[in-house]
């Protein structure tokens, strides 16, 4: 079995092509996290205005999201949406696709923060007369964002390692490129073990910068002044 | 001091569930008159004060506030339940301080009490902060606007309270039992503020208390709460000294002895 005695020099030879490809698994888990975080932010939001009908809409449709596949949801916003005259590049689907997929599941992360905030605090806000914009912007979510930190953290790790998914929608991720790198070479060690590597440094590097986030957040909320 | 009823009750009821707080309830207030409201927990005491602060809705009857109805707005010649637009022109009438004081953890006292004033009145940055040092100043305060209120003492919290309460100017001042989460020794600076407004007599003041001795001293009128009703009331020597209800003297009785 030629592919069991590790080589050095095919390691080196194939790293910066995968460190290439990594540029996209982190673009593609950044621009999906932002969007996640808006939609979660938009949705929770959503989930508790004064509208029934918004509300229970957003309800099914973070229900429908959280029940079904992320490959089907990849896939159908790939496939299918072209069909409606809506084509975009596999980055942007698979951005889009991360983005809605873990914007339900923080919407829901962000609901129980925002549910934490005393009572009393919107009790003051109303006695005060201050508007719900105000409200929310001032007063809840900055309380509201520290008990948030550790489940978004974990969603966007979650995320981050979800990304090969977009490989079926052939994004030139880390996987997809390793994929290529091994069957153009008959070797898949090297490349298969530097993308597992490389995973697991990303995975440790973002844990523990969430933990130091949390750790440096004031317990009050964000301060100000 | 004027007889017309800057807030009035008219036939008010409210429910918690199947629980009935109120029922036919009356109730009416004078311009600049200090009512203090005693009786036993779970009488309706707070309710009504929640109630006039816009964060309790009602189940029936009429309230009005300054001449204006609270609850309901006049529409097409009848009266509809109130707009979030009419609720929040009422609100500008009323201020609350609160029981566990609800200040703002996350703001600088000085935050907490220009929040308001920038934001739903639009000062200036420099005329709010002028006004809170004025009512910091007020409250014996003018040292703490940079600390954040979990490093204040009970007290010092609850005078921030009222300060940040004063800062919109209202009209009618709500005090929901101000001084019951404090320990006893830091009762008396948070009651001095108050006696303080209670002698400029500029606001209507609605106080629910469980210090009698308080209530008898600052107040114009004194109000016992019993089950949503008001068993008796009057001027607070006749209500301390010679209550006329047997269920006011066993409720006095077990405060005072």
């Known amino acids: 079995m030629v592919g069991l005695t590790w080589s050095w020099a095919f390691t080196w030879e194939v790293l910066p092509m995968i460190l290439s490809a990594a540029k996209v698994t982190l673009l593609a888990t950044l621009l999906g996290s932002c969007l996640a975080v808006f939609v979660g932010l938009a949705f929770a939001l959503i989930r508790r205005s004064r509208h029934r009908s918004l509300r229970s809409l957003i309800y099914w449709l973070v229900e429908f999201i959280r029940s079904t596949p992320l490959l089907v949801q990849i896939f159908f916003l790939y496939y299918v949406m072209p069909e409606f005259g809506i084509s975009m590049s596999p980055l942007l689907t698979g951005v889009l696709a991360l983005g809605l997929h873990y914007g339900a599941y923080l919407s829901e992360v962000f609901r129980s923060g925002i549910d934490g905030?005393?009572?009393?605090?919107?009790?003051?806000?109303?006695?005060?007369?201050l508007s719900m914009f105000d409200t929310y912007r001032d007063v809840i979510l900055p309380q509201a964002i520290r008990p948030m930190i550790p489940a978004t953290g974990n969603y966007i790790i979650a995320m981050f390692k979800e990304t090969p998914q977009l490989s079926a929608i052939t994004l030139l991720e880390m996987l997809q490129i390793?994929?290529?790198i091994g069957s153009e070479n008959f070797r898949y060690l090297e490349p298969f073990t530097l993308v597992g590597i490389l995973y697991l440094m990303f995975s440790i590097m973002a844990a523990y910068g969430i933990h130091m986030i949390e750790n440096r957040f004031p317990k009050e909320g964000i301060s100000l002044k | 001091m004027s007889s017309h009823p800057i807030i009035e009750f008219k036939n008010v009821s409210k429910r918690f569930g199947d629980t009935s707080i109120f029922n036919d309830f009356n109730f009416s207030v004078k311009e600049n008159e200090i009512v203090s409201i005693i009786g036993p927990s779970g009488s309706g005491k707070s309710t009504l004060l929640r109630i006039l602060m816009t964060l309790e809705g009602i189940d029936g009857g009429y309230i009005n506030v300054n001449g204006e109805?609270?609850?309901?707005?006049?529409?097409?010649?009848?009266?509809?339940?109130?707009?979030?637009?009419?609720?929040?022109?009422?609100?500008?009438?009323?201020?609350?301080?609160?029981?566990h004081f609800n200040l703002f953890p996350h703001m600088t006292v000085k935050r907490n009490i220009t929040e308001a004033p920038?934001?739903?009145?639009?000062?200036?940055?420099?005329?709010?902060?002028?006004?809170?040092e004025d009512l910091l100043e007020l409250v014996g305060l003018a040292d703490k606007a940079d600390s954040y209120p979990n490093d204040l003492s009970?007290?010092?919290?609850?005078?921030?309270g009222i300060a940040r309460a004063l800062a919109m100017r209202p009209s009618i001042l709500l005090l929901d039992e101000i001084t019951s989460a404090l320990d006893?020794?830091?009762?008396?600076?948070?009651l001095d503020v108050i006696r303080n407004l209670a002698k400029e007599q500029r606001f209507t003041m609605l106080l629910v208390t469980h210090e009698m001795y308080f209530a008898r001293e600052v107040s114009d009128r004194v109000c016992?709460?019993?089950q949503g009703r008001i068993v008796e009331e009057g001027a607070p020597e006749d209500i301390f000294t010679s209550p006329k209800e047997e269920r006011t003297k066993a409720f006095l009785n077990a405060y005072l002895n």
Do not use: C, T
């Open chain 1, 117 to 129: 905030v005393e009572k009393g605090q919107w009790e003051a806000s109303r006695a005060l007369n």
């Open chain 1, 178 to 180: 390793a994929k290529i």
């Open chain 2, 69 to 99: 109805s609270l609850w309901h707005m006049p529409w097409n010649g009848s009266y509809v339940p109130a707009s979030n637009k009419h609720l929040h022109k009422m609100r500008d009438h009323l201020g609350m301080v609160f029981q």
């Open chain 2, 118 to 132: 920038m934001r739903v009145k639009g000062l200036s940055r420099s005329e709010a902060e002028k006004n809170a």
């Open chain 2, 154 to 160: 009970g007290g010092q919290k609850q005078r921030v």
């Open chain 2, 184 to 190: 006893p020794e830091l009762v008396d600076e948070v």
């Open chain 2, 224 to 226: 016992f709460f019993d």
